[in-house]
């Protein structure tokens, strides 16, 4: 079982930068790819970017690709987001998640957290 709790959300002009961070409980972190998804408003849940179990490899969704970073310590047992360029079309609840593959697809993901909200003003 892995247990994820997002911090980092808020309130930012566009333009600006944030930092999300997801913290992970269990002694297998290490053995997982994450990812970060977003959800507006009215609309499906989508990818943005996910990182292997190593950190090695990264893949992003290519509306973020550019803006958005996604990197991970494996010995603080986090993941990070960090977020610059900032659209208010970015604005949305976002999730880390937790799974064996790191694809795009949420359903290759098996654990998730609660969401934190990210608003980017015009």
């Known amino acids: 079982q892995v247990q994820l709790v997002e911090s980092g959300g808020g309130l930012v002009q566009a333009g600006g930068s944030l930092r999300l961070s997801c913290a992970a409980s269990g002694r297998t972190f290490s053995s997982y790819a994450m990812g970060w998804f977003r959800q507006a408003p009215g609309k499906e849940r989508e990818f943005v970017a996910a990182?292997?179990?190593?950190?090695?490899?990264?893949y992003y969704a290519d509306s973020v690709k550019g803006r958005f970073t996604i990197s991970r310590d494996n010995a603080k047992n986090t993941v990070y987001l960090q977020m610059n360029s900032l659209k208010p079309e970015d604005t949305a609840v976002y999730y880390c998640?937790?799974?064996?593959?790191?694809?795009?697809?949420?359903?290759?993901?098996?654990?998730w957290g609660q969401g934190t909200q990210v608003t980017v003003s015009s």
């Open positions: 998640a937790a799974g064996g593959g790191w694809g795009m697809l949420a359903y290759e993901y098996d654990y």
């Open positions: 990182i292997s179990w190593s950190g090695g490899s990264t």
